[in-house]
């Protein structure tokens, strides 16, 4: 679409000239939206936690909402393929992902008004995003990533000590914060983790949910909004959605998937003149022709289990009112 024509060097262009912009990168990154917040059209909507440019309001009613699950079997066949490439060492983590349909009488902007979420994103009636997971921020001249990886259900008797003394999620979480800061080493120095394994707590439709989250770092240097695309272009696709060592597991992801992600798992962000704030498109739904699929998924390791995520693959379809 001639919406997605940009490229990294029109947000190179942008930051140098501190303009304010808005940004849009599929996963494979081979479509880029980025234009001026002044010059946006009147269809796109956006929420970086405390920044929009919409007005809120509560859902007045009730709504219908049915998903409908890829098969088990066809799941595992999947997973079986990953589980193969791990026993060779060709991946040590990779995020499998699906399409679900659903449907629902709400209206694409309807379930992006009233959706409770740090980061969203509604895009001229094709699709919305509404993530919990921040990418990068970057404030005077510290760039920060706060990968998220771990889920349990909060009702859960003992949810956060069994989410976090699960011997499979810590050593995929560790995976993903050694991929951050080595990603973050190729565009800045003073690389540290700040904070590792802590919990946030995100309304899931009708459940809460607890996601294990970390925060690293890197100093830049001055001048980088004059880089705001090469440094997004080497950090892309996120280490979260992607997984370790990352060439190799995406060229697996690409040959494993059963369907084409598109804007699932890219990113988008604000660039406001002096800082940057940015999410990774999870909990994403997008039109496909006349219906409606909802796109989730989650790292396979060596140790997972392939009815477990497959569960967690369809709770994270869901709407978070």
Same mark, same amino acid.
């Given at each position: 679409?001639?919406?997605? /024509?940009?490229? @990294? $060097? +029109?947000?190179? &262009?942008?930051?140098? !000239?501190?303009?304010?912009?808005?940004?849009?990168?599929?996963?494979?990154?081979?479509?880029?939206?980025?234009?001026?917040?002044?010059?946006?059209?009147?269809?796109?909507?956006?929420?970086?936690?405390?920044?929009?440019?919409?007005?809120?309001?509560?859902?007045?009613?009730?709504?219908?909402?049915?998903?409908?699950?890829?098969?088990?079997?066809?799941?595992?066949?999947?997973?079986?393929?990953?589980?193969?490439?791990?026993?060779?060492?060709?991946?040590?983590?990779? /995020?499998?992902? @699906? $399409? +679900?349909?659903? &449907?629902?009488?709400? !209206?694409?902007?309807?379930?992006?008004?009233?959706?409770?979420?740090?980061?969203?994103?509604?895009?001229?009636?094709?699709?919305?995003?509404?993530?919990?997971?921040?990418?990068?921020?970057?404030?005077?001249?510290?760039?920060?990533?706060?990968?998220?990886?771990?889920?349990?259900?909060?009702?859960?008797?003992?949810?956060?000590?069994?989410?976090?003394?699960?011997?499979?999620?810590?050593?995929?979480?560790?995976?993903?914060?050694?991929?951050?800061?080595?990603?973050?080493?190729?565009?800045?120095?003073?690389?540290?983790?700040?904070?590792?394994?802590?919990?946030?707590?995100?309304?899931?439709?009708?459940?809460?949910?607890?996601?294990?989250?970390?925060?690293?770092?890197?100093?830049?240097?001055?001048?980088?909004?004059?880089?705001?695309?090469?440094?997004?272009?080497?950090?892309?696709?996120?280490?979260?959605?992607?997984?370790?060592?990352?060439?190799?597991?995406?060229?697996?992801?690409?040959?494993?998937?059963?369907?084409?992600?598109?804007?699932?798992?890219?990113?988008?962000?604000?660039?406001?003149?002096?800082?940057?704030?940015?999410?990774?498109?999870?909990?994403?739904?997008?039109?496909?022709?006349?219906?409606?699929?909802?796109?989730?998924?989650?790292?396979?390791?060596?140790?997972?289990?392939?009815?477990?995520?497959?569960?967690?693959?369809?709770?994270?379809?869901?709407?978070?009112?």
């Amino acid at each position: 679409m001639s919406y997605f /024509n940009e490229n @990294f $060097s +029109t947000l190179n &262009k942008l930051g140098g !000239s501190k303009t304010p912009f808005l940004f849009i990168i599929s996963y494979d990154k081979q479509s880029i939206f980025c234009k001026p917040i002044d010059k946006l059209e009147n269809d796109i909507y956006y929420k970086i936690e405390n920044i929009k440019n919409y007005t809120p309001a509560p859902l007045l009613r009730s709504y219908k909402f049915e998903k409908y699950s890829v098969p088990f079997l066809e799941y595992k066949s999947s997973f079986d393929k990953i589980i193969d490439e791990i026993k060779k060492g060709n991946t040590y983590l990779l /995020n499998l992902t @699906f $399409s +679900t349909p659903i &449907k629902t009488d709400l !209206s694409l902007k309807e379930i992006f008004t009233h959706s409770k979420a740090k980061y969203k994103l509604y895009f001229k009636d094709l699709f919305i995003c509404f993530s919990p997971e921040k990418f990068i921020e970057i404030k005077n001249d510290i760039i920060s990533t706060y990968p998220m990886k771990g889920t349990i259900d909060a009702a859960q008797e003992n949810a956060k000590d069994t989410i976090l003394k699960n011997q499979k999620e810590f050593a995929e979480h560790t995976m993903i914060v050694d991929l951050m800061r080595n990603d973050l080493g190729i565009v800045a120095d003073e690389i540290k983790v700040n904070s590792f394994r802590y919990i946030d707590e995100i309304k899931a439709g009708n459940q809460n949910l607890l996601q294990v989250s970390s925060s690293i770092s890197g100093k830049l240097q001055t001048g980088w909004n004059e880089h705001i695309g090469d440094i997004i272009d080497k950090l892309t696709p996120a280490g979260s959605i992607s997984g370790t060592p990352k060439i190799s597991t995406i060229n697996i992801i690409k040959n494993t998937e059963t369907h084409q992600r598109g804007f699932y798992s890219g990113i988008f962000g604000i660039f406001d003149g002096t800082n940057l704030n940015s999410a990774v498109m999870i909990r994403f739904i997008e039109k496909e022709g006349e219906y409606l699929v909802y796109k989730s998924g989650g790292g396979i390791t060596l140790d997972s289990d392939v009815r477990d995520e497959y569960e967690e693959m369809i709770r994270k379809v869901y709407l978070p009112f």
